[in-house]
């Protein structure tokens, strides 16, 4: 039970090109998520799924795009990459069972667009 | 609209002294309250939780309606427990998974 996966962890860009972050889990959950992670400025949540198919706009939504073909998949996808996308970026997968609330989170893709 | 605050980016304490993270929050429901840590080289993870009353390595926090807050405290710290602490809400509802978090506090425990 590998929990969530993200690669690549590290990743250098020139601005303009675009990227793939994978993300999967193994855990069957319905709920997953991206957030940004910036200095001074916490987490901010991307896009997120509550299931294969479904996707939301979060808090920071432009120049990232998300699909959900699977319950496992959760892959961001930068069209065109600019050096205000240089973050550290998490997924995060949780069950339907709202009432524990517990997200559990990837070990980051440190991006770096120049 | 759902927001979190913390108002101490860094926090500074030493070995065995008391200490509080602030948290305040601005939600119109009931909310859920929860505190996120991310110690160094770790994954962000879950420490606690308002609706379990739980306490998680020596932490409580206690989720107050009337002043909006949820300070997360623990009497005697620990080198251990530096790490950058991250509070988030969670609005009330069934099909709200969504977590608001704040932008977090950095705890150093100094010996």
């Known amino acids: 039970n590998a929990g969530v996966t993200q690669t690549p962890k590290f990743q250098v860009l020139k601005t303009g090109q675009s990227m793939t972050l994978q993300c999967a889990q193994d855990m069957n959950h319905e709920y997953m998520s991206w957030y940004r992670q910036d200095p001074g400025m916490g987490l901010r949540l991307i896009h997120y799924?509550?299931?294969?198919?479904?996707?939301d706009q979060g808090e920071v939504p432009n120049g990232y795009n998300v699909s959900r073909s699977t319950t496992e998949d959760f892959p961001l996808r930068l069209l065109s990459a600019a050096p205000s996308q240089t973050s550290v970026y998490f997924c995060?997968?949780?069950?339907?069972?709202?009432?524990?609330?517990?997200?559990?989170f990837g070990e980051g893709s440190r991006l770096t667009v120049l | 609209a759902q927001r979190v605050t913390q108002p101490e980016k860094l926090l500074s304490v030493f070995k065995g002294a008391p200490v509080e993270l602030k948290c305040n929050y601005s939600?119109?429901?009931?909310?859920?309250l929860f505190w996120y840590v991310q110690y160094s080289r770790q994954r962000l993870q879950l420490l606690l939780r308002?609706?379990s009353r739980e306490s998680i390595k020596g932490f409580t926090a206690d989720l107050n309606k009337g002043e909006t807050s949820f300070h997360l405290k623990k009497p005697f710290a620990q080198e251990e427990d530096s790490a950058m602490y991250y509070c988030?809400?969670?609005?009330?509802?069934?099909?709200?998974?969504?977590?608001?978090f704040g932008k977090g506090t950095l705890l150093t425990v100094n010996p």
């Open positions: 988030a809400l969670r609005g009330s509802g069934g099909s709200n998974y969504k977590l608001t």
């Open positions: 308002h609706i």
């Open positions: 799924s509550v299931g294969a198919g479904i996707t």
């Open positions: 995060a997968s949780s069950s339907r069972d709202y009432t524990t609330g517990e997200l559990f």
């Open positions: 939600y119109s429901g009931s909310p859920e």
